[in-house]
């Protein structure tokens, strides 16, 4: 039987959700159970901070959700199968995360038995859909609650709220909106409320600190993560580690533009060195060991794939039936891929594979054929133009 005086709080410890924490105790007189689910975002000095705060706004619970490694299993693995990146910009950082948040959160609720479940999204963006739909398909019978969204509320009037009640804090200091995850950050400030004005370089967590250019090694077995400048360790380790080499380059910034799933457009500015150095490096090594048509396939499935992780329908049947695809993809995608770093930018400088179809004795391109003749390419030629010329011919197109 559900407690329905317990709330479990989706809390990060920001504005929102500290409003919520106020808001819940205060005036809905519910016992508060704060709960943050780590994707890989927070060290362990974060995530006491994150404590404290919750305890001094007058949490009645505080509880961390590590789900780090199921996340990249479950989710990010498939994110680099498919060499997903968000209308060719974005590699769903902030977005792919929710839906293993929520259903840690649902988890949890259930746990403890609590009658309510409670989310800081407002009521114009993303995440509220993604956290409503895991809740609604995983427990319909726990209720949700969304003060942010359901009041309408400005910054200024949580502001306002937390100083009457004894929370006042210089929240001016955080101008913009930071969300840190394993497979990036997201920042949102004034100006990607706008069309035109670009992220100064103070908004982005990490500042330019390296200038001098290093080459760096990831190497991939069946398309997964397995070692690092001749290193192996696990796919999580590895993410991080080259998030550390990486960012201090200032590589991986960008602003995103794309359709939100209530059918408005969003910009939100973000900052993923390790993931699009990872997809790059992927991408570059699939295009050397898989077929034309392997290729083509994997990169429509993987499209929609990426489409429905951020609208936050991870848990269709389609999307099983799509990794298994995307899974069995990956068996010859085994080698060592070469990246330059520099100032605010990586190139791929080149792959080693056993599986390399460059190596192929047939022919070497724009060089030598060994395994056709001058003739042979002549008459396949022609043929291979009898269709067009066909059409061309009925039609009297004017290219005649």
């Not at 929710?98 to 989310?119: E, M, P, S």
């Not at 009037?157 to 200091?173: F, N, R, S, T, V």
Request: proline content about 3%; hydrophobic content about 40%; glycine content about 8%.
């Amino acid at each position: 039987m559900k407690d329905n005086n317990k709330v479990v709080l989706a809390f990060s410890g920001g504005l929102d959700t500290s409003y919520c924490v106020k808001y819940l105790k205060l005036e809905k007189e519910l016992s508060v159970h704060a709960a943050i689910v780590n994707t890989g975002g927070f060290d362990k000095e974060e995530l006491d901070d994150i404590k404290d705060r919750a305890y001094q706004l007058g949490a009645d619970e505080f509880t961390v959700l590590e789900e780090t490694e199921n996340f990249y299993t479950n989710c990010l693995k498939y994110l680099i199968f498919g060499n997903i990146l968000r209308n060719n910009t974005y590699p769903l950082s902030v977005s792919a995360e929710r839906v293993f948040q929520a259903i840690a959160l649902v988890n949890y609720a259930k746990k403890i038995n609590a009658g309510f479940i409670a989310h800081g999204s407002t009521g114009a963006g993303n995440d509220q859909v993604r956290f409503d739909l895991v809740f609604q398909i995983l427990a319909p019978e726990i209720e949700i609650i969304t003060p942010i969204r359901d009041q309408k509320l400005s910054r200024k009037a949580e502001i306002d709220y937390l100083a009457a009640h004894g929370a006042a804090q210089d929240w001016e200091k955080a101008k913009y909106s930071i969300n840190k995850g394993l497979w990036g950050t997201s920042v949102g400030g004034d100006e990607t409320l706008t069309s035109h004005l670009a992220l100064p370089e103070k908004a982005f967590p990490t500042q330019l600190k390296n200038t001098e250019p290093q080459q760096v090694k990831i190497k991939f077995k069946q398309g997964e993560l397995c070692g690092l400048n001749d290193r192996e360790l696990s796919p999580v380790d590895i993410i991080q580690q080259l998030e550390q080499i990486a960012q201090p380059y200032a590589i991986g910034r960008d602003i995103h533009v794309g359709d939100t799933i209530l059918g408005i457009k969003g910009r939100v500015g973000f900052e993923a060195a390790a993931s699009l150095i990872i997809i790059k490096a992927h991408h570059s090594l699939e295009k050397h060991v898989l077929g034309k048509w392997q290729q083509y396939w994997k990169e429509q499935l993987a499209n929609w794939y990426g489409m429905m992780v951020h609208e936050g329908q991870f848990l269709d049947p389609v999307m099983r039936n799509i990794e298994s695809f995307l899974q069995d993809s990956q068996a010859n995608v085994e080698g060592t891929v070469y990246i330059d770093l520099a100032p605010y930018r990586f190139q791929i400088a080149g792959i080693k594979s056993k599986y390399d179809l460059m190596q192929s004795d047939f022919g070497q391109y724009g060089e030598m054929n060994n395994a056709w003749t001058a003739e042979d390419v002549k008459g396949f030629t022609k043929i291979l133009a009898n269709q067009t010329k066909i059409y061309q011919h009925v039609n009297h197109l004017p290219y005649d």
